[in-house]
Nanobody, 120 residues
């Protein structure tokens, strides 16, 4: 099970940190990914982190602004979002999979999503 939290309303240029708490299997054995879906748009990849936390990969649209980290002792992965833009408004989902990947099909468990709204 994956449960996201930390979404909300923030002004453009601001920051927000999302959390995703996992349960049900050995957390460190699995890569975690973040995806987002804006109204009327397809779900898109945001970033991913390996099970150990050593390797990360980001979408070009968030590179340099977003940071993924994980605390395997707490079974939690984080998405730190800085310099937020209006275009970052979306429902954000965390997902768990066997290896870091950019395609959603590579992940077998998904959270329910948390809304992030960036205002001007």
């Amino acid at each position: 099970q994956l449960v996201e939290s930390g979404g909300g309303l923030v002004q453009a240029g601001g920051s927000l940190r999302l959390s995703c708490a996992a349960s049900g299997r050995t957390f460190s054995d699995y890569a975690m990914g973040w995806f987002r879906q804006a109204p009327g748009k397809e779900r898109e990849f945001v970033g991913t982190i390996s099970g150990s936390g050593t390797n990360t990969h980001y979408a070009d649209s968030v590179q340099g602004r977003f940071t993924i980290s994980r605390d395997n002792a707490k079974n939690t992965v984080y998405l730190q979002m800085d310099s937020l833009k209006l275009g970052d408004t979306a429902v954000y989902y965390c997902a768990s999979g066997r290896r870091p990947a950019t395609r959603g099909i590579e992940y077998d468990y998904w959270g329910q999503g948390t809304q992030v709204t960036v205002s001007s």
